[in-house]
């Protein structure tokens, strides 16, 4: 059983010893805000807190213990060149207000940043500033909300969202203000024409789709299904969570999206899930620009880097420029992929996806028919009515094999729904043990379901009692 920090703790154990302050400290604070009483922290030596952490960490499954085909999250292995760029003492050792002649480098960092984030999406600006990629919507549906104040359109209060989206466009939606309509998809899993047809008027604010879609679909209509929305007087907006499968090859503006976000934390070589802050750009067309949230970074006619207001800002939305580590991170991976190698990773997580889903495609039932994007969903309801085995029961079984489970009951369109993206980064030794270990699983929900039911077994903790946690929490610890 690993201990809590504090039952570590020995009374005088030290990692360091930091000197006095030479600070005469109640000099600038005042008395009554001055700890009268030590601080109860874990007393810990440098080698108790070292084994401490590795501890946890085993107790753990990220990229780098093996496969972790996350769908919809893009969970690949991100170059640690770019961490070490990010790292480096000139744009760590920084501070947001120092002046401007002093961190030229960094402003060109945001401005060159912006500019093939612009490019690689077919807009015409980019704000850094949103902090995710949620963030991103929210702040893309400000825009098109005061666009549409600008123009006197204020009737327009409706956003179109497929029923395949991410829960966060939905939320995101109602966040800003906009009432939300859902309209459904057709069998093979894009988006039905006449429903949309059927559901834009004069009401429609905007459409908010991304493309591929959560079911690892290109949707071939978008063309159409953008010119519909537009023809109505509404705006389109992309989400680019999925971006993963297109980079290089197709942009959103050119699709016919008019705003779009990306989450640099899944496309742009910043690591998640405990790995430190994200960002989601927003990108727009010209007509959108003014209304961007800054200080955006700007080259100025000297030659010098500055800041740039857009003249109607929705404001700030994140304090200074956003997670500018994230920028830089980004921009390294894009300047040493170049637009080829970010094509050419594009294109392999495509191929990853496909052969893995061909090669289970046999066994399990997979939700739409024909070759997928990025990332494939399966539906396990079949499987579930013959063995009782369901979608739970077989991404805890994966974890005995050592790797992460895919994304669970997720989109919530697919019943028993298990989601898989490979993504680019892996190889076909990884490939093929992956698909050895969901055919095993499929094998074993007909010889001996029991054992699924029960697993993972191989595990720190086995298998927990979701409904006993929901029901009746145990919030403290040693309850
Ligand atoms: C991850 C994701 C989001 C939300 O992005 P966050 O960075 O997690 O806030 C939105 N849409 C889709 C399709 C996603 O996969």
């Known amino acids: 059983m690993t201990m809590l920090i504090f039952e570590r703790s020995g009374q005088g154990r030290r990692l360091s010893l930091l000197p006095e302050t030479p600070v005469d400290v109640e000099q600038y604070i005042p008395g009554e805000c001055l700890r009268r009483q030590d601080l109860d922290l874990p007393q810990l030596s440098e080698n108790d807190i070292s084994r401490h952490y ?49 961190v030229q480098g ?85 988006v039905d024409l006449a429903a949309l047809k059927e559901a834009v008027g004069e009401d429609t604010a905007a459409l908010m789709l991304t493309n591929p879609n959560t079911l690892g679909r290109f949707d071939k209509n978008i063309l159409q299904i953008t010119q519909i929305v537009h023809a109505a007087g509404g705006l389109c907006y992309y989400d680019g969570a999925n971006l993963n499968a297109v980079v290089g090859l197709v942009r959103p503006g050119d699709m016919g999206f008019d705003v779009v976000h990306l989450n640099l934390h899944k496309t742009f070589s910043t690591p998640h899930g405990g790995g430190g802050p994200g960002s989601g750009p927003v990108g727009c067309k010209s007509f959108l620009a003014p209304f961007l949230p800054g200080p955006l970074a700007a080259e100025e006619p000297g030659g010098s880097y500055g800041w740039h207001l857009p003249v109607q800002c929705i404001g700030a939305v994140k304090a200074f420029y956003g997670n500018f580590l994230v920028a830089v991170k980004a921009l390294s991976y894009i300047l040493t992929l170049g637009a080829d190698g970010l094509a050419a990773a594009a294109t392999q997580a495509v191929l990853n996806a496909n052969y893995l889903m061909k090669q289970l495609s046999g066994s399990y039932d997979m939700a739409c028919d024909g070759l997928c994007m990025h990332e494939f969903v399966m539906s396990l309801e079949k499987l579930k009515q013959e063995t009782g085995v ?90």
């Open 106 to 190: 960094c402003l060109q960092v945001m401005a060159d940043a912006q500019k093939y984030l612009a490019e690689i999406t077919g807009m015409d600006a980019v704000s850094l500033q949103p902090g995710a990629g949620a963030h991103g919507e929210f702040t893309g549906l400000l825009l098109i909300k005061a666009y549409l104040r600008s123009l006197g359109q204020d009737g327009r209060t409706k956003i179109i969202v497929p029923d395949s989206a991410h829960g966060t466009n939905p939320a995101s939606a109602a966040m800003a203000g906009f009432s939300v309509i859902n309209v459904p998809s057709d069998p093979q899993g894009d």
């Open 390 to 479: 369901s979608a739970m029961d077989v991404a805890k079984a994966i974890l005995d094999c050592h790797m992460y489970p895919p994304t669970m009951y997720f989109p919530l369109i697919v019943h028993e729904a298990l989601m898989v993206e490979p993504t680019e980064t892996e190889s076909k030794e990884t490939l093929d043990q992956a698909a050895q270990a969901y055919l095993e699983i499929y094998r074993r929900a007909f010889s001996d379901p029991e054992s699924l039911h029960n697993a993972p077994c191989g595990t720190v903790i086995g298998r927990v009692d979701e409904v006993g946690a929901a029901r009746n929490p145990r919030l403290k610890y040693g309850d």
């Open 54 to 102: 590795t501890e946890l960490a085993k107790r753990s499954h990220g990229v780098n213990d093996g496969f972790y085909p996350l769908g919809s999250c893009t969970m690949k292995y991100n170059p640690k060149l770019n961490e070490e760029m990010a790292a480096s003492a000139g744009f760590c050792d920084i501070h947001p207000l120092q002046p401007l002649d002093t």
